[in-house]
């Protein structure tokens, strides 16, 4: 298998891809599982989930 190394420079990159995550959030787009906390249902995106989360 190849490997693929990518570095990001950009030091806003993490915060500018919360902001985007975040404005799917708002607008119900790509939410494809919710969490349930307290009784409090909350949707997701499932790429925020780690492998084996659902257990």
Known sequence: EAEVTEIVSDPQHSQKLLRVLQSF???????????????????????????????
């Open 25 to 55: 959030r708002q607008d119900d787009c790509f939410q494809d599982a919710v969490l349930v906390l307290d009784g409090e249902q909350i949707p997701v995106l499932g790429q925020v989930i780690p492998p084996g989360g659902n257990s």
